[in-house]
Nanobody, 115 residues
Framework: QVQLVESGGGLVQAGGSLRLSCAAS????????MGWYRQTPGKERELVAS???????NYADSVKGRFTISRDNAEKTVYLQMNSLKPEDTAVYYC?????????WGQGTQVTVSS
């Protein structure tokens, strides 16, 4: 069982920055695929960024060049640095962990970007 706890969300003006953190429990963090997703009311949850155990990253086109995902295996934490935020980035952001056939989600953290 893996527990994921997100933090770092909040209200920020357009053009500002936030850093989200996701602290994970469990012993297999270093080999887990980790991702950040976001969801707005009435829309499907979408992948924002992901990072493999190898460190290879992937980003949604809408956030490329603005967001950076990273991981600290010693701290069992994955981060999402969000710069140049836009109102359309407003959403609940969820941390996701996958290992083998198992998948876990955090409870989500609200990010609101005002114009």
């Amino acid at each position: 069982q893996v527990q994921l706890v997100e933090s770092g969300g909040g209200l920020v003006q357009a053009g500002g920055s936030l850093r989200l953190s996701c602290a994970a429990s469990g012993r297999a963090f270093s080999i887990s695929f980790m991702g950040w997703y976001r969801q707005t009311p009435g829309k499907e949850r979408e992948l924002v960024a992901s990072i493999r155990s190898s460190g290879i990253t992937n980003y949604a086109d809408s956030v490329k060049g603005r967001f950076t995902i990273s991981r600290d295996n010693a701290e069992k934490t994955v981060y999402l640095q969000m710069n140049s935020l836009k109102p359309e980035d407003t959403a609940v952001y969820y941390c996701n962990s996958r290992i083998l056939s198992l998948e876990f989600w955090g409870q989500g953290t609200q990010v609101t970007v005002s114009s």
